[in-house]
């Protein structure tokens, strides 16, 4: 039921304080201030000397998050696919090797296909889904499983930022593992990671100015979502949903892959979303933003305080978001990211839960 919502989508933006607080719970233990997995992990984190990670849309860009969390903080080289090539691919995978999938339903063909081809090869699978009694979830070695709820709405929200607290707090275990973060750096990440649900409530405030900020969007052909760091998955997510609701043209990219393209489309009618949180790349994203100013681009930024301060563009809606530790931004920059969408998807009238030629389960290939 929608509760008082008018979409599905609309409540599940919502829950995600609750839900993410939830997930948050299983996998961390607030007493000690330690990541504690329910499960008995059949690896150690020391052996290994390769992850992939696999899945599709949504489910893939929290993949890409990960594996910037992965490497930061266990020094654990990783590689994200689509599954529909991962699977083809015949990607040699060496006996031992960890194979991580990703999967709201649980029930995703190539996900599921990519999983049994990884079990095959000799890998550890492990599998970060929602569902428990899926299919992917059964045939898993180890279940990670994401504390959403049912998710109704086609566009996958919650679930979503639910897989990046099970991976953020799978990233911080296999560091401490792998003797990379000392207990001092496990407590400081796990203080980032109990504050996330709060953080994620401060940024739901953002939502009447993202109102207004949808009728210029929907009045747009074309939208360009820029990103560094954590933030460029999070721009590929921010045009995958934009498109899939609004079915506005949007795409991803990574902020200093602008001048070797994409910076040619930069006019006045293109609204370019730029996600920059005042973090390690802040400075470099910034001097993206004035290339784009330059051209006549109109920029949204989204950014907090800090990096609201310092910015120093034109920029034609700045959306400030909550201070945070910079290590998990994706959750809480997520939220606005999904608002925009949802807000413009409202405003061109779509259907925002059930979008056209859209499935929430493809169970195909
Ligand atoms: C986008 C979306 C899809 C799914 C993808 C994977 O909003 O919902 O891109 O993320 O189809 O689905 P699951 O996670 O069920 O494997």
């Known amino acids: 039921d929608k509760a008082n919502y008018r979409h599905f989508m609309a409540k599940e933006i919502h829950e995600q304080p609750e839900v993410v607080g939830h997930t948050l719970a299983r996998y ?8 504690s997995l329910p ?9 290994i000397q390769r992850v992939t990670i696999t899945a599709c849309g949504t489910a893939s860009y929290a993949g890409y998050v990960a594996k910037y969390w992965f490497e930061r903080m ?6 994200v696919d689509v599954a529909s090539e991962f699977r083809y691919r015949e990607s040699p995978l060496r006996k031992g090797d960890l194979a991580i999938f990703i999967s709201q339903s ?35 070695e180890t279940v990670l499983q994401t504390l959403a709820g049912p998710e109704i709405g086609v566009a996958s929200t919650k679930a979503f930022t639910c897989q990046l607290m099970v991976l953020a707090s799978l990233a911080v275990a296999a ?15 796990v ?25 210029r969007i929907a009045k747009s052909r074309d939208v360009l979502y820029l990103g560094r760091g954590t933030s460029f998955p999070l721009a590929l997510e921010g045009a995958l949903k934009l498109k899939e609701i609004s079915y506005i043209h949007a795409e991803g990219y990574a902020a200093g892959e602008l001048k070797h393209g994409p910076i040619a489309l930069i006019d006045e009618t293109m609204p370019v979303v730029v996600i ?32 609201a301060a310092e910015a120093t563009v034109d920029s034609l809606v700045t959306i400030v978001m909550p ?34 030629n859209l499935a929430k389960s493809v169970t195909v290939e």
């Open 323 to 356: 201070d945070m530790a910079s290590a998990f931004t994706p959750m809480v920059y997520a939220v606005p990211v999904q608002l925009l969408a949802y807000h413009t998807a409202v405003v061109m009238g779509t259907d925002v839960d059930q979008p056209r």
């Open 191 to 215: 203080h980032g990671l109990v504050e996330v649900p709060r953080l994620m409530a401060d940024a739901l405030t953002t939502e009447l100015q993202i109102e207004k900020l949808a009728h």
């Open 28 to 35: 961390v233990d607030m007493a000690s201030e330690r990541v």
């Open 39 to 47: 499960v008995k992990l059949p690896f150690d984190f020391k052996d």
């Open 106 to 140: 649980g029930e995703t063909a190539d996900t599921l296909a990519a999983l049994r081809y990884a079990k095959a090869e000799g890998a550890h699978t492990l599998a970060v889904v929602n569902v428990p009694t899926s299919t992917i979830a059964r045939e898993s």
């Open 276 to 307: 920059a949180p005042h973090d390690r790349v802040f400075e470099k994203t910034v001097s993206n933003m004035q290339e784009v100013a330059a051209r006549g681009g109109n920029i949204i930024l989204m950014t907090d305080a800090k990096g």
């Open 175 to 189: 560091g401490k593992a792998r003797g990379e973060l000392s207990e001092e750096d496990e407590t400081k990440l």
């Open 74 to 79: 266990a020094r654990l080289p990783v590689e």
